[in-house]
């Protein structure tokens, strides 16, 4: 089988999540970038990459699950997109327990939480909210076995 190459899985992710914003009203895309350039920083694999572009695509209902499933895409990359989907109601004991299960996950979730708590991200939101994902990410950190930021 010809899988999809990173360039092809990032136009689609872009296009997947085109019109979303992220909590700052900054285009989603703009988030994916960061995730996997952290995890290509972090001396990620091509799939681990493929997994950051991915890694939101179905918990945002941007691409349905059977979609993944059918996908040109190495197994693994589609594990690991499925580790990182949080289902709706979920504990995130469970949902950091899977994370830990599956190979190559990890990477992916560290360069997103490190997004997701960059202060320059979470300086434009009001603090209530700052403050809920501040210690949403440092409790993410802990279950995960992950230094703080």
Do not use: F
């Not at 899988?3 to 085109?18: D, G, K, M, N, S």
């Not at 914003?21 to 990620?44: F, N, Q, S």
């Amino acid at each position: 089988m010809t899988y999809l190459t990173t360039a092809e899985v990032e136009a689609l992710a872009i296009e997947a999540h085109a019109g979303q914003t992220d909590k700052a009203g900054r285009p989603y895309a703009e988030h994916l970038r960061a995730v996997a350039e952290g995890v290509r920083a972090r001396g990620g694999s091509d799939e681990q990459i493929a997994a950051a572009w991915l890694h939101d695509a179905v918990e945002d209902d941007r691409l349905p699950e059977e979609w993944l499933r059918g996908a040109a895409l190495p197994e693994a990359v589609k594990d690991m997109v499925l580790a990182l989907t949080k289902r709706p109601g979920e504990e995130l004991e469970a949902y950091t327990a899977r994370v830990l299960a599956v190979p190559g996950a990890l990477l992916v979730k560290e360069a997103d939480l490190a997004h997701n708590a960059d202060p320059d991200r979470l300086a434009v939101l009001d603090e209530a909210t700052r403050a809920r994902l501040t210690a949403k990410y440092a409790r993410t950190r802990a279950l995960l076995g992950l230094s703080a930021c």
